[in-house]
């Protein structure tokens, strides 16, 4: 059983969390639409992560929609007491799966409510607002609204911590002066590293940075690179990946996804894991070798 306890905890909101979790999103149908082909397939998988000590799981109820929120209840409540859930608003779901921003108040209270429904909580840990002027990357505009609205669910106690999702630094330094945020989720992995600075900035402040598609996403990552650091490590190329992010900076908190038992093992093995710093300098390289 891997230890993933090695790579040590960062603090999310006001809770210390091991840095390797486990998202949640791919529990959801095709395309994060609908139900799982195997129900109890998903269950078995949220229990194992439970079981190898995983104590920060990434949800939102616009997974499915409201899929994976219930599959988290069905196989996880009552919840332990050390289970930090991050959800996320700010979007929602079409009749034909499409993704469409959800950034009204109105919209936002009452997914608020749906979070706390589907997962049967009376407070939310930590949620996330997803910036939607870019629905496939950050794209400036103002989030002062939409997180005005935000924290005064956190007023009225429905909401522990706030976090941002897919943002630009424009964004975070906004939101940062309207209340606290405890942690930014962008995308981020071995050969898409934009965010390079806002890692490092964010460090400094002690928020944590919890990159989404670590692993590439729906196209996993592809670097000859990868595979000859993995095949000399005696390790897969997804846990090589992981394993410099673990590395790239203490604030880097991980959620791979997975619907797959077997994927999520292998996945938190990374944590042990151990990559010599010449593997590192051939790891940073990556990401110009992909951009050319």
Known sequence: MSNIQQPGTFT????????????AMQLAGPGVFGPPKDRAAAVAVLREAIERGVDHIDTSDF??????????????????????????????????????????????TQAVHDNLRNLGVNVLDVVNLRSMFGIHGPAEGSIEEPLAALAELQRQGLVRHIGLSNVTPAQIAEGRRLCEIVCVQNQ??????????????????????????????????????????AARLEATPMQVALAWLLRRAPNILLIPGTSSVQHLQENLAAAECMLPDDAIKELDLVVSAEAA
Not at 12 to 23: A, E, F, M, P, T
Request: hydrophobic share 35%.
């Open 188 to 229: 981020y992995n071995l050969a898409h590293r934009s965010d390079d600075a806002m890692i490092d900035d964010l460090g400094r402040d002690g928020i944590a940075y919890v990159p989404f598609f670590p692993l590439g996403g729906f196209s996993p990552l592809q670097s000859s690179t990868l595979s000859s650091v």
């Open 63 to 108: 997974y499915g929609p409201h899929i994976t929120n219930q599959l988290i209840r069905e196989a996880l409540h009552p919840y332990q007491d050390d289970l930090v859930i991050v959800t996320k608003i700010g979007a929602r779901r079409g009749e034909d799966g499409s993704w469409i921003p959800a950034f009204s108040r109105e919209e936002l």
């Open 12 to 23: 999310l909101g006001d809770r210390s969390v091991k840095r390797l979790g486990y998202g």
